[in-house]
């Protein structure tokens, strides 16, 4: 190579080299740019779901937020119950068609179960090449990059967040995690605050509901005034379809729905409750609300049984009068609704305690009634045969005597007869007399049997 050749070689390479430095700095200025992007959308995201304190709709702005950071075609929040599945799953770019042809939504297994069994962060290019995936239900839309991260609440795991198809690319990138991570934290705390106003408020109307009661109580309105109020508060505050008391039958081994409000409260009425139903009976026996998640699979109950009918989750609770349980606080929601949890179950117990009070002063009000009208009878018994009979038979004895001084025989078989309906009224009023005092014994064992029952209570 000639020397004029080599120094026109020479002077391009230092070109060369500089391009690719500009290059190289014109896409860390990109990316500067992009990260600072995110970054900014990032602290809008955890602000809008900072903002809001209903926590249905604090969980719709985490999901929603999640899907618009990591650019995802779809987004899931699984919320996880009690039994470790999916209590609830909110998602966002399948349509309401899509989401009714595909049928039930998930409990928790194949890849979404693999968060929950680990809580860590998951990012995958292909779903099903993961050991735990088993494939997507029909009509189900196609899946393959995914990426899902736990939300902790105190340490606690809430839920999952769960992401699919990376728009613009074949997987979800290192950066998507971090992201999706942060926010994470961001919905934990939002999460937090959102249950505790959620808390506060439930307590506050828990309060208002129970002033209600007492003042009805206080105020003496018929007991059965009161225990509709108190079925009626609890179910709307519970945010349950269906509400029930059922009481003891005396003398048998069954309770029966006293009162019944809400969906299918009609015929829910006069329904026989045996004891041994195993969910009643475990309600019964115990000082704390039962709560089972879906009464239809529930192995404790029989399950041809009209009173549970419609019926999912359901929550019951003793009603205790004189340290013995007379009866159970029953509340339901309808099928495929959200369990109870120990936040809704708490307050009953206060509630079931009101209920049981105003059973319990219903019947010594009856006993009370039932001893007044017994004293009525000895009284109204006492004052005829002490004041009526005996100024009747003195009116007797008075015209007999002046028959003895009446010359016309007329006047004097008019007295005669006057004597003799006397005698007759008197003998009438003694009979009533006994009849009092007959009905009054009886109406006195009556009322202890009464009394025995309510304080044998079981």
Do not use: C
């Amino acid at each position: 190579m000639s020397g004029e050749a080599r120094g026109r070689s020479e002077q391009h390479v230092p070109q060369l080299r500089l391009d690719e430095l500009l290059d190289e700095l014109q896409a860390r200025i990109d990316a500067a740019r992009g990260t600072q992007d995110r970054v900014h959308r990032l602290l809008q995201a955890v602000l809008s779901v900072g903002r809001e304190l209903d926590l249905a709709q604090v969980l719709r702005s985490i999901v929603e937020a999640a899907v618009v950071l990591v650019d995802a075609e779809y987004g899931a929040l699984g919320v996880i119950g009690d039994d470790l599945t999916l209590s609830q799953f909110l998602t966002v770019g399948v349509s309401e068609d899509e989401r009714t042809r595909i049928g039930a939504l998930p409990s928790g297994h194949g890849i979404l179960g693999e968060l929950i069994r680990h809580p860590e962060p998951l990012r995958l290019s292909e779903i099903s090449d993961h050991p735990a995936s088993y494939g997507f239900p029909a009509h189900h839309p196609p899946m393959h990059s995914f990426l899902g991260v736990p939300i902790r609440v105190r340490d606690q795991v809430f839920g999952n967040l769960y992401l699919t198809e990376k728009r613009g690319a074949e997987e979800f990138e290192a950066e998507d995690e971090a992201v999706l991570s942060a926010l994470a934290v961001a919905a934990g705390v939002a999460i937090e605050n959102a249950r505790l106003y959620e808390e506060t408020r439930l307590r506050e109307r828990w309060v208002r509901a129970s002033s209600q009661v007492t003042s009805a109580l206080l105020s003496g309105a018929p007991s059965a005034d009161v225990l509709e109020l108190i079925v009626e508060q609890a179910r709307r505050i519970a945010s349950a379809e269906v509400g029930m008391i059922a009481e003891r039958v005396p003398g048998e081994d069954v309770l029966r729905p006293l009162f019944a409000v809400g969906r299918g409260a009609d015929r829910r009425r006069g329904l026989v409750m045996s004891r041994q139903d195993g969910f009643v009976e475990a309600a019964l026996s115990t000082a704390e609300p039962v709560v089972s998640p879906d009464i239809r699979h529930d192995p404790r109950i029989d399950p041809d049984s009209a009173l549970w009918a419609g019926l999912g989750p359901v929550v019951g609770v003793p009603l205790v009068a004189s340290g013995k349980s007379i009866g159970v606080l029953v509340l339901g929601r309808t099928a495929g609704r959200t369990p109870f949890t120990d936040t809704d179950a708490g307050p009953l117990l206060g509630f079931a305690g009101q209920a049981a009070l105003a059973l319990e002063l219903a019947e010594r009000r009856r006993d009370a009634e039932q001893i007044a009208l017994l004293k009525d009878h000895d009284r109204i018994a006492r004052d005829l045969h002490d004041l009526a009979i005996q100024r009747l038979f003195a009116a007797g004895m008075t015209l007999q005597s002046t028959q003895r001084f009446v010359d016309h025989p007329e006047a004097a078989e008019r007295l005669s007869r006057t004597v003799d309906d006397l005698d007759e009224t008197i003998k009438i009023i003694r009979s009533t007399i006994f009849g009092l005092r007959a009905h009054g014994d009886r109406g006195r064992e009556g009322s202890g049997a009464a009394q025995t029952r309510v304080g044998d209570g079981d």
